[in-house]
């Protein structure tokens, strides 16, 4: 049995490659705004546990389609060659090496469909349609394999219309799908045009269908854990200093709230950057001013609302998780914030008299059993903060998993922050629970679990899919 070959065909500069890069969901496709980029044909199998489900071969534009149809159609002419014979002219097209160094374009791009691959044409919707495309589609109808039609709104769609009744006229199968944008239900609905095109591969591709919701699934639970498993780090993080005898502790200060500012920074990136691997975007550079968790955001009172909490949803955090505040602090060491300072004063304004009651880590003086003192900062006892760093990651997760591999450059996080629903009230309840207890007993693999299963819930409902 062979598996579903389609190389993705067009004029140059049209998302062909981009179009490759999503199906295959390969970010080393090599794309680029000037036209020529691709020169040669490349396969991209598209894996799932390590099964190739299909394969997409990239292919450079048409540069000379009207020339090549003129020597198809004086050769069937000088051949009396009916229609039937068309293919195996293409055929010959290909395996003559004087024509392939006259139309090298025209022949990395019909050899992988004279090997047997059904055709991609991919157009640009946005452009008005012309009839330069037309020896392009004709020669691909003397291939004689299934096609279908992709658009592929680039700017916009001002054409689409224009270009599905055009298109329509040579390909069975028409569809519209964003190279670079779509949703991963659009282009499971193109997978399955893919098998209206070959009986023969129709099982496979709607079994590739059901492989890819099933993998999503699955990425959404992974993801969850580690984000659970960041959030439970975070709330059993501190950092100890050992005071000298007759040493103040407050001389540590500086160094100790840095220290543990840096520790929660690396552990939110960590997770970052393992989510992003589970959605196989390795070289993501995220767009971030470097997580602003313990300056202006964590205190910011915009921060509250952008990351899913209300005012009053954070007061209501306080009181449900009053537990992650108990344990009495054995010394605080100072009364004034840790993180007074720039963060406190520029951003946040009229928040900073409620926020500096609540600061983030306190620290603590502590004897150690065999003599000697501890000065410690954290584990924090700040309600909020659990909270904040689970709206951080989901809106992070929403940005990854709904990424395409046909976009490059950096991630804005900035773009639609505020998207995700705020919690509901009985969803903030049950979270302030599972992070007190986490608080409490931070090795323990049920609390993680749990809080796992809510974040799972969380990140279906940012995708507009069920709970698990
Ligand atoms: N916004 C947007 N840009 C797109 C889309 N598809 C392609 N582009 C951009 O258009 C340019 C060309 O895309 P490619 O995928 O390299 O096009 P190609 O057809 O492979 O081009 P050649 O290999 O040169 O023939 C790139 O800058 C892409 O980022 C799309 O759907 N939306
Ligand atoms: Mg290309």
Redesign the pocket.
Known sequence: MTTPVFAVV??????????V?TLARDDSV?????????RRARAYPMRVGGRVLYTLV?T??FQRARRVLAWLRETAEREQASAADRPELVARFVRSPELAARHPDEHELLAPIVEGASILY?VDGSVPYGREYEPEMEVLRWTGQPSMAVV????GAAHVDAWQKALGQYFRIVRVL????SEFDERLDLLRAFGELREDWRDQLLEAVDALGRERAQRRTRSAQIIASAIAEVLAHAEEQRLEPGELPETHHAELSQRYEAALRGMERRARRDVEAVYDHRELIAHESELELLEADLFDEDSWLVFGLRRSDVLAAGAAGGALGGGALDLAVGGASLFAGAALGAAAGAAAGWWSSRKLAQLRVVDQPLGGRLVRCGPSRNPNLPFVLLGRARHHHAVVAGRTH?E?GEVDLEAGRDARAPLEPGTRTQLARQFARLARTPGDAGARAELARSVESLLAADEGRPAP
């Open positions: 067009g004029h140059p500069n049209k998302g062909k490659s981009s179009l890069a090599h794309i680029a705004p000037d036209p020529g980029t691709t990239d450079p534009g991919v592929n709104p680039i700017r964003d190279a670079v944008r046909a490059r």
